[in-house]
């Protein structure tokens, strides 16, 4: 069998038998695929469904919630409750942590999740996706105690999305390199489509909301500008600009063929930090791009070694090409 041909189950096995995954993992990650492929059912039946609109509540974050955000969401938590060491869920939707287990051990695990990363893009039927992140606790913790569960992205152990575009694909780290799998209608399985991504040094490609240009801070604006200035500015070549609302088409994209993606804090999201959130979006996606050999920052600090404050704490991110990601850097830092 070649590598191509290689289901999702396979895939794990393998790492299974060679030690590098537990069972238990396995058994949470196929859960966790099993998640995904139902949600993309069911966004793929929005229309008929009527899902597509706004479910009338809003999250922790003040965002309208979508229908589809509250299904995604009960998908994410039936699925990964499967796993007895699942300790804790943390979900974008959900308030407070869920808390699964009374008293969770050291080899438990907690799954933080972005169940429906950009819906705002499901009434135009743009690609949208989950994102997940899983840390496995050392210790003991405390489950009367929210705080419990802020731990620094670097001790994740596996990181992943999947993304609802033209096909359904799962992409994934343990922490050996990155790897994707799209989903196959015939036979319901993934296989291994996207073997070993990586992400090279260098890109002439950007992903920015560029309508917030009057709310940046003069790095950002520094560094746009110098791309937008093409081949009579400072980097003597042409840029391209792409940006699709949805932070797991962006880096999918980059993940495939490069570039760097950008959502700064700004004048219009400094009181809360930023706009994407720390342990759902930005660092299961700063695992996924550094495990493809790119970076992740904030302009000044490494994504991965923020000590999260709160469960639903954002960050200004910067990702991808690790060059352009040290290039936008060197403009905080001048
Ligand atoms: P969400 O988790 O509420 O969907 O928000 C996250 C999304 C990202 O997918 C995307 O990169 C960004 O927000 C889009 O923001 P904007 O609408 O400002 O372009
Ligand atoms: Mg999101």
């Known amino acids: 069998m070649s590598d191509t041909q290689m289901?999702?189950?396979?895939?794990?096995?393998?790492?299974?038998?060679?030690?590098?995954?537990d069972k238990d993992l396995v058994f949470l990650l196929e859960d966790i695929a099993t998640a995904c492929r139902i949600i993309s059912n069911h966004v793929r039946d929005g229309a008929f469904k009527e899902t597509l609109g706004v479910a009338g509540s809003t999250n922790i974050q003040g965002e309208d919630q979508k229908q589809l955000d509250v299904i995604a969401n009960d998908e994410f938590v039936e699925h990964c409750s499967n796993c007895s060491r699942v300790a804790a869920l943390v979900s974008e939707e959900v308030d407070e942590v869920d808390w699964l287990k009374d008293k969770p051990v050291a080899g438990d695990y907690i799954v933080y999740f972005d169940p429906l990363d950009g819906s705002s893009n499901l009434g135009v039927n743009l690609s949208v996706g989950s994102i997940f992140s899983i840390v496995q606790i050392k210790e003991a913790i405390d489950a009367t105690d929210d705080s419990s569960v802020l731990?620094?992205?670097?001790?994740?152990?596996?990181?992943?999305?999947?993304?609802?575009?033209?096909s359904t694909?799962?992409?994934?780290?343990?922490?050996?390199?990155?790897?994707?799998?799209t989903h196959q209608q015939g036979t319901g399985e993934f296989r291994l489509t996207y073997r070993d991504m990586t992400i090279p040094a260098t890109t002439k490609e950007?992903?920015?909301?560029?309508?917030r240009y009057r709310l940046w801070d003069a790095p950002i604006r520094a560094y746009f500008d110098e791309c937008i200035a093409g081949v009579e500015g400072s980097?003597?070549?042409n840029s391209n600009m792409r940006w699709t609302a949805s932070m797991v088409a962006d880096i999918h994209r980059i993940l495939v063929r490069g570039g760097v993606f950008l959502y700064p804090e700004d004048e219009g999201n400094r009181a809360t930090g930023g706009k994407l959130r720390l342990m759902y979006e930005a660092n299961p996606m700063g695992m996924l791009v550094e495990q493809?050999?790119?970076?992740?920052?904030?302009?000044?600090?490494?994504?991965?070694?923020?000590?999260p404050t709160s469960h639903h704490q954002r960050v200004p991110v910067i990702m991808g090409s690790k060059d352009e990601v040290a290039r936008i850097d060197a403009f905080h830092n001048a």
């Open 206 to 211: 950007f992903a920015i909301n560029a309508s």
């Open 169 to 181: 694909a799962l992409v994934i780290t343990t922490g050996h390199g990155v790897n994707g799998f």
């Open 292 to 307: 493809a050999g790119g970076a992740a920052s904030t302009g000044t600090q490494r994504i991965m070694d923020i000590q």
């Open 7 to 21: 289901t999702f189950r396979q895939f794990l096995l393998k790492d299974y038998r060679t030690g590098g995954l």
């Open 151 to 166: 731990i620094a992205g670097s001790e994740q152990i596996c990181a992943g999305y999947s993304i609802y575009g033209p």
């Open 235 to 237: 980097r003597g070549e």
